[in-house]
């Protein structure tokens, strides 16, 4: 079965400070794997995705993150954040495993940016 | 195009009583999946529907069901409800169904059982 760490559940930060979100996971099968930001007091967002092709993925708000198939981490990063940037990142991962889809979140990390 | 709409967003009920969440889809989409959502236990997988059938369902028990409708808006419906079934349920709709689809969350429905 499939699992998913976000190494820290909370991370603090100065605005315009660079920051970095770590996500690892397990799975003994092809995996695809996602961000998704939530606000408070709303739903998910995808952030951006890997589903094949190069590592290093780009999405929106300056955000990126690289799959790394050797150390099973796929860690989300910003040069540069802003107050705006403050809300809970998710790391999903989704594969086919024993014959039907599995999509497993990880428990989320709490971006708080300060001024 | 509107976002994934839920109704109602905040709802108490109390210990044993039934509860049914709604939600419609991004105009054109024929999957819809729902997520509990808790502090503790964080985001887990409910069920899947596609174009009216369900096609994955998540380890819930059976007082958890849904349903989709021809045009694609689903309800989800808890039976006998506990306390440990507050939370965030999240609605989620995708134009394809499988592993690499994009999903698009609503707001989610806060339910408080008391």
């Known amino acids: 079965a499939q699992s998913v760490t976000q190494l820290d559940s909370q991370v603090p930060v100065f605005e315009e400070a660079p920051v970095e979100l770590r996500c690892n996971y397990s799975s003994s099968v092809s995996v695809y794997l996602f961000w998704y930001v939530q606000y408070p007091n709303q739903g998910l967002q995808l952030l951006l995705k890997y589903l094949s092709g190069s590592t290093l993925v780009k999405g929106i708000n300056g955000f990126e993150a690289e799959f790394n198939k050797s150390q099973t981490s796929f860690h989300l990063r910003k040069p540069s954040v802003h107050i705006s940037d403050t809300a809970e990142y998710f790391c999903a991962v989704s594969a086919y495993q024993g014959g039907s889809e599995k999509l497993v979140f990880g428990k989320g990390t709490k971006l708080t940016v300060n001024p | ?114």
């Open chain 2, 1 to 114: 195009k509107a976002g994934v709409t839920q109704t109602p967003r905040y709802l108490i009920k109390t210990r044993g009583q039934q509860v049914t969440l709604s939600c419609s889809p991004i105009s054109g989409h024929r999957s819809v999946s729902w997520y509990q959502q808790t502090p503790g236990q964080g985001l887990q997988f409910l069920f899947e529907y596609f174009s009216e059938t369900q096609r994955n369902k998540g380890n819930f028990p059976g007082r958890f069901s849904g349903r989709q409708f021809s045009n694609s808006r689903s309800e989800m419906n808890v039976s006998t409800l506990e306390l440990g079934d507050s939370a965030l349920y999240l609605c989620a709709s995708s134009s394809l169904a499988g592993v690499e689809k994009t999903q698009y969350f609503g707001p989610g429905t806060r339910l408080l059982v008391l």
